[in-house]
């Protein structure tokens, strides 16, 4: 079985290390082919592997190809079906699908001021109302699903699952801006990012020389997002 997970800059690309955390959680061999971001290279090559010009991307057997994180999500909880994706009870399943769901389409306001950044390291920041109302959701949900599902393991639903690996570029990005949290939402932030998979992005990250300008902030900025 060939898996190649095409990816942009491990620094960067979030939605590449939700789609490769994936890949990972199989258990599977897989190789990886990576596309430098916002670069002549990476316009040029990408529609050879994903028809919608985006990273992830994932080739399995060399013809199928599956695009979008999510999707690809899916199609790995297809060929490891023996490890744990999503609950098996049905309010669990409906809470974690619904807050990736929300993941998938939300949070825009944060995503906007905070680009994933795994090198970026900021503290004392302000956040503008648009940002902390996304913070405020995002720590009300991640705290819900540990109190409601989290059986006394570290993560959402107990053992990593699909919504974590959703979520877990969002952990990146409240560590990488200093964002406070609810101690159970700190907890879980801190067990996302010991996670094995998660420790390997970032390690393989800190080799990474590219800088992508639209990635980063003013190192002055003292406010994420702007004000109302």
């Known amino acids: 079985m060939a898996l190649t997970i095409v990816i942009g800059n491990k620094t960067y690309s979030s939605w590449s290390l939700r789609g490769w955390l994936a890949v990972r959680h199989t258990g599977l061999a897989f190789r990886e082919i990576m596309l430098p971001l916002d670069t002549p290279e990476f316009y040029e090559r990408i529609r050879d592997y994903s028809p919608s010009g985006f990273v992830p991307a994932l080739i399995h057997n060399g013809t199928t190809k599956v695009w979008d994180s999510l999707a690809i999500i899916d199609y790995c909880a297809r060929l490891a079906p023996q490890k744990f994706w999503w609950p098996d009870n049905d309010a669990a399943f409906g809470f974690a699908r619904s807050m990736t769901a929300e993941m ?4 825009m306001a944060l995503r906007r001021a905070a680009p994933f950044n795994t090198k970026a390291k900021y503290r004392g920041l302000a956040l503008s109302p648009a940002v902390a109302a996304d913070v405020k959701r995002i720590d009300a949900l991640w705290s819900e699903a540990i109190e409601r599902f989290g059986d006394g393991g570290p993560y959402l639903f107990g053992g990593f699952s699909a919504a974590d690996m959703m979520y877990a570029p969002i952990v990146g990005r409240f ?24 420790s390997e992005w970032y390690d393989a990250a800190k080799d990474e020389t590219l800088v992508v300008a639209a990635d980063e902030i003013d190192p002055a900025t003292t406010m994420l997002g702007d004000p109302a």
């Open 104 to 107: 998938h389409s939300g949070f």
């Open 175 to 198: 560590l990488a801006y200093g964002v406070s949290l609810s101690p159970a939402a700190t907890a879980y932030a801190m067990a996302v990012r010991s996670n094995a998979g998660v």
